[in-house]
Every structure is written in structure tokens, then in C-alpha cells.
């Protein structure tokens, strides 16, 4: 009788199992049917700044062509995701910032951290706006401690300052190899006041990748662009950063407190910022419909309750017709 009882919960567990595996909520590595040679585009941190979460790394992505490894940002969490897909940080190779918000860079030190203890030989090149050569800089000043402690003690005999170089770029095409072509254009991420520290001098980018038979752009943080939309013509996969409604955004700093905490004319300059600075589905579709992108995959996702964005789904649709793809941490495309 205890057998049968045994043998009836087990039965019961795998049917569970089976059921949860062929669910239709995406599990990771589960994107557009990404293709398992050529370009592969995997996410590894979709969740917007600055507050950290539980369950999404923030902002960073994997383009990979040709076995060859490309990083678009490095928000928190990126190393630990990059090791949960097996990565081998020797291997990584140019990596390029949309802009220097610290969601997007916060885990470029544990990264160069890291891929220096791993002891490659390859130096790396990290790309970006004004802005990116300083916090690469940064960085290695940071990191030079604990080099100058490995060179001592015997276990690594290249200096930190040897093995990364930090680039401010312009826009146009900024990066070529046999793999891929990368250009940028400057968004709307950024309005600044005259007379403020930024004014004049920080710039967030968006960059479209053409490789062979595939080509990616990422908006990065952006509002409304018309640069944007151009960059993106005929692109087979938009990644676009999404901001949530109005209501729904409000709704989030009224629970957590923040609301009240905001004189009138910051309340007023919040809403501004999220509208004028950021997508709404609504613009991620006027895009998208513009451009004339095969499919959209949608990221930097503030919380959303229960995690479900299918309202973004719908609204974007209802000015884009092509497929739209919402995406987890170390999903494929």
C-alpha cells in the first residue's frame, strides 16, 4: 500500500513537471528561435534602474556572431549572469556602453574584475559616449590594488592598465571587424539644463549591429528619436527599452512612499522624465512601425505586477503589426 502511495506522488510530481515544462510562459534560452549558428542575441539583464531586484540582472545583453562575444552594457549582475550561461571570460570580447547611467555600468568592475583574474591575454576595448573612457579609468583605478597584489604575490604578471582601454566615440560607424559593423547615433535619452554639470557634455547612444545575414539594434535608454527610428530601418530585431504608463509608473512611487516625498515640481519633472526620456509601448511601436523591424523584443522593464507585461504587448501592437517578444534574463533571440 505504500509502495502504490509512492508510486501515485510520483506520478503526480512528474505530470507537475511536465505541465510546468510545457507552459507558455517563456523559460530562459526560450526567444524567437534563435538560430544556433551565425548571430544569437541572448539578454542577460532586462530589468530598468537603479533599484536592484530579485529574479533580473539590470541592463546588459550577448551579441554573438561567429562564436565571436560582443557586450552591450554591464548593469549589475552581468558577471554573475554571463557565469550562469557557462561563459568562459577570457573569450569576451569588445564591449560597448549606450550610456553612463549607473544601471548600465554598475557591474563593468566585478566584469573587468574578473576577466583580468581569469587570465586572458587579449586586451579589451570598451566602447561608448563621452563619458566612458573616464569610468573605464575609473575602474582600473579602482582595480590596480588588487593587480598590483597579484603581480606580488605571482599569479599574474600583466598590470592591470595593460589590459583595457576605454574609448569616447562619435557617431556614425564606430566599430568594424569581420563579424560585425557597429554604428551609433545620439538619442533623447538625455536633456539636460544650460549651466547643469551633464550640459553639454554627456551623450546616451543607441547602436544598430550588422553582421552577416542578421542585423540588431539597441535603443538603450531613449524617448522619442527620430535618429532612432532611421537606425533602425529594415533591422531583423529592435531591443527596445520600455517604460511603463503613466498610471501604472505613478502607481509604483505612490506604494513605495517616494510620491509624497517629491515637491510638486518634481513630481512634475518625474512624469516629464518618463514620458519625454523614455518609451512608452505606445512610442516602442511607433518605432518599431517606422522602421519597419521584423521583431521587437522588449527590455529594461520596470516591476510590473506579477511580472506580466502582456498590457505592453497590446499596446505597442496596436500600432506595430510584427511580432513582439518580451524578454527574461538569459532568454535567446
Request: charged content about 20%.
Amino acid at each position: 500500500m505504500r509502495r502504490l502511495s509512492s508510486l501515485l506522488i510520483a506520478s503526480i510530481v512528474a505530470a507537475g513537471i511536465v505541465s510546468l515544462t510545457g507552459s507558455s510562459q517563456a523559460q530562459p534560452n526560450q526567444g524567437a528561435s534563435p538560430p544556433k549558428h551565425g548571430t544569437r542575441l541572448i539578454t542577460l539583464g532586462t530589468r530598468s534602474g537603479p533599484a536592484p531586484i530579485v529574479g533580473r540582472a539590470q541592463s546588459s545583453n550577448l551579441l554573438i556572431v561567429n562564436g565571436s562575444q560582443y557586450l552591450i552594457d554591464a548593469g549589475d549582475g552581468v558577471t554573475r549572469r554571463l557565469t550562469r550561461l557557462g561563459t568562459n571570460f577570457r573569450n569576451i570580447g569588445d564591449i560597448f556602453i549606450t550610456h553612463p547611467h549607473s544601471d548600465h555600468t554598475g557591474g563593468l568592475a566585478a566584469l573587468m574584475g574578473i576577466m583580468y583574474d581569469s587570465k586572458r591575454l587579449k586586451p579589451v576595448d570598451i566602447y561608448g559616449p563621452p563619458g566612458t573612457e573616464a569610468s573605464v579609468q575609473g575602474v582600473m583605478q579602482f582595480l590596480v590594488v588588487s593587480s598590483e597584489i597579484r603581480m606580488s604575490d605571482g599569479t599574474s604578471t600583466i598590470p592591470i592598465s595593460g589590459m583595457f582601454s576605454g574609448h569616447d566615440t562619435g557617431v556614425g560607424v564606430i566599430f568594424q571587424d569581420a563579424n560585425v559593423k557597429v554604428t551609433a547615433v545620439e538619442n533623447s535619452h538625455f536633456h539636460f539644463k544650460p549651466g547643469s554639470p551633464g550640459y553639454g557634455k554627456y551623450k546616451s547612444y543607441s547602436y544598430r549591429f550588422d553582421a552577416p545575414g542578421r542585423s540588431v539594434v539597441f535603443t538603450g535608454d531613449t524617448g522619442p528619436s527620430d535618429a532612432v527610428t532611421e537606425l533602425a530601418k529594415g533591422a531583423d530585431l529592435l531591443v527596445s527599452e520600455v517604460t511603463s504608463p503613466v498610471d501604472e509608473f505613478k502607481d509604483s512611487l505612490i506604494k513605495d512612499g517616494r510620491w509624497e516625498l517629491f515637491t510638486p515640481e518634481q513630481q512634475e519633472s518625474s512624469i516629464r522624465h518618463h514620458v519625454e526620456e523614455h518609451l512608452t509601448p505606445a512610442e516602442v511601436g511607433k518605432i518599431a512601425a517606422g522602421a519597419g523591424v521584423k521583431t521587437v523584443v522588449l527590455t529594461h522593464l520596470q516591476p510590473s505586477p506579477n511580472d506580466d507585461y502582456g498590457l505592453y504587448v497590446t499596446l505597442v501592437k496596436k500600432v506595430y503589426s510584427g511580432q513582439v517578444l518580451v524578454a527574461k534574463d538569459l532568454m535567446e533571440f
